[in-house]
Structures are given as C-alpha cells and as structure tokens.
C-alpha cells in the first residue's frame, strides 16, 4: 500500500451554486451503488431539462454516522430548477470554508479528514458539521487515481 502523502489545506470562500439533489439516509457500504443510481436519475432529469452539468458531482454528509448516513446527493446546475419526484432543487453553502484535494481510494480518506480537521482547529476555525466531498474524476477511474475535494464549510 502506498504511503499517505501529506495535502495541501487552503481556506477558501465558497459561492452559493445551484444544485440537483437527492437527499437520503443510508448506511456507507450503499453509497457507491446509490450514488452512481443516483447521478443517473438527476442527469436524465436535466437532460429533460436542456441543462447541463455546472461542476462536480457532490455528495453532503450532514452527519458522519456510518450506519445512518444523512447525505444529499447532487449535480451543480446553471440555476434553479423544478423539482421532480425526489430529485429537488438545492443550493451549495455559501461562505468561508476549508478544502483539501485527495488523489487515491474513497475508502483511504479518514486521515484527510483528520487533517483537514486539525488545520481547521490550527487556524482558529469552527467547522459547521457538515462535510462535502466533490469527485473530480469519474467511476471510470483506478482507485489510486481517485481525485475528491473534501470541503468542511466553516462557522463565520
């Protein structure tokens, strides 16, 4: 196994950005199966839509309870849509926030989690609770080649 490499931490500011989104609670070991079900499900809307992808597919944990994950799942979009069954119209936190980018498996990212969460602590901050995970690359893509943002929004 390859050793962990440390990441680059940044605080950032985040623009609020019209989402599609599905939100729902599941246990971790479902998540790959409903995600891809899920990007799916949206993308087929916005294609009824005329509506293009406007950035990184995402998933929200509002809770890290791995047996009872409350995650929305979505797609940013150009702007404001109409719902549709479960897929509803959100919008991305705005405001200041800590992000890191992580190459590698989505099962290998506790410690950047530790560590991002430690530079939040360093710098003075206070995380909001919630997480957001941002895939850079698609399912297409070896494992270790996995790119994911990994932005905690940050109390102001």
Known sequence: MEAYMVQICELVEIPATPTLSIRLITRA????QLIGQT??????YMN???????????VIYHNLDM????VELGIPVSHSLPPHGEIQPSSLPAGPAAQTVYTGPYEAMEPVY???SKFISDTGHEPTGIAIEYYLT???????KHRTRIVFPLKK
């Open 29 to 32: 070991e479902d998540l790959p």
């Open 39 to 44: 990007y799916e499900a949206i993308m087929e």
């Open 48 to 58: 009824t839509q005329g509506e293009a992808i406007a950035g990184e597919p995402f």
């Open 67 to 70: 047996q009872n994950l409350d």
């Open 114 to 116: 530790d560590e991002l």
């Open 138 to 144: 698609g399912p297409e893509t070896p494992p270790d």
